[in-house]
């Protein structure tokens, strides 16, 4: 069969151990994005199963009404809103959308961030290498309150380290993430509005999802300190359009520390973000790291064994084995 992987931005795919097992199949491996609808439809008009790497790549009607060829989808990782599912179930496409992926490299990646804000290392690095020494004087994080929006598997893990390093660790949330973080030991915000205001770094660990979309607002930024930091692993859409920006040009918050953004890859450090003084920017790194690279492409291998073996798992469409 033709098995087409798209977005693998590294070529890490065929270095994996899951690799290994599709020997005898043809494998198109592309490491660029293409986001024009008739371009990509075009790349993949002969692919019989397709890879998506996370939700890399949108997968509207437009594209999956010319794949004339596909039979299957197989989605590494479980969020498959990039898809148009009632597309493929009418077209008779199955997906396969299964787990295999680990919260603990985003939640070392925000402490990463949150370290390399406070401390300035970014810049300083910068400075060392042109020839210069200290230009900067960085923040601690002792005795510091950490705001964590979401206390969930990777927030959990943000507010134990915060902890460690002798924060007060506050959340914030819906009532069930609040509930957790109190049987946790953590204490939750008087009000959203108070978290916001007090908080000194904020991490935010929201899914995204319609009743998410924009849930950070102008209004809460400007309630933050100039002092304060908030750090994004999640999705950038969770901040409302164009707030961020406007709001660190504002001066609060007074640093951001990012490494998602509404439209990726983004090339040419177009985005506004990349060329603040105030802001560390990173090419959404939270799961890229060699176990979970191996863990999603494991998945997504394991649903294509599935498949062809007449014995679909994970299906996200159900309907489509009906037809």
């Known amino acids: ?37 008739a371009k990509l439809a075009a790349r993949l008009k002969d ?11 949108k997968m509207p009607k437009s594209v999956i009404e010319k794949l004339p060829k596909l039979k299957m989808i197989s989605q590494t990782g479980r969020n498959a809103y990039h898809i148009d599912i009632a597309a493929c179930t009418e077209k008779g496409i199955l997906i396969s959308a299964g787990g295999g992926g680990n919260p603990t490299p985003t939640a070392e990646l925000a402490w990463g961030l949150i370290i390399a804000a406070l401390r300035r290392i970014p810049q300083e690095v910068q400075r060392l290498k042109s020839g210069q020494w200290q230009g ?28 460690a390093f002798g924060m007060k660790v506050v959340c914030w949330g ?17 009000s959203r509005e108070a978290f916001f205001a007090e908080s000194d770094v904020i991490s935010l660990h929201l899914p995204l999802n ?13 309630l933050m300190k100039p002092t304060a930091l908030i750090v994004n692993t999640s999705r ?9 920006v406007n709001a660190l040009k504002a001066g609060r918050p007074g640093r951001a520390a990012i490494d998602v953004y509404e439209e990726e890859p983004v090339m040419n450090a177009s985005h506004p973000l ?36 007449g014995k679909p798992i994970n299906v996200a469409n159900p309907d489509v084995l009906k037809k």
Not at 5 to 27: C, M, N, P, S, V
Not at 236 to 244: E, N, R, T, V
Not at 287 to 302: D, L
Request: hydrophobic share 40%; aromatic share 8%; charged share 20%.
């Open 136 to 163: 900067s004087v960085g923040t601690g994080l002792h005795g510091k309150t950490l705001g964590i929006y979401a206390y969930g598997r990777i927030g959990s893990m943000v507010a134990n380290v915060g902890k």
């Open 210 to 222: 319609d009743g998410t979309r924009g849930i950070v607002t102008a209004a809460d930024l400007a």
């Open 274 to 309: 990349i060329g603040m003084d105030n802001v560390v920017c990173t090419p959404h790194l939270g799961y890229v790291e060699e176990a979970t690279y191996e863990s999603y492409y494991g998945t997504a291998v394991e649903q294509i064994a599935a498949y062809i073996a």
């Open 174 to 190: 819906r009532d069930g993430s609040t509930a957790k973080a109190r049987a946790a030991g953590f204490e939750v915000a008087a």
């Open 47 to 57: 692919a019989e199963i397709l890879v998506l790497t996370q939700q890399r790549s």
């Open 1 to 37: 069969m033709k098995i087409a992987i798209i977005d693998d931005y590294q070529d890490a795919f065929r270095h994996t151990a899951a690799a290994k097992q599709l020997a005898g199949h043809e494998l198109l491996v592309y490491t660029d994005t293409e986001k024009d609808p």
């Open 236 to 244: 950038a859409p969770i901040i409302a359009k164009d707030a961020l």
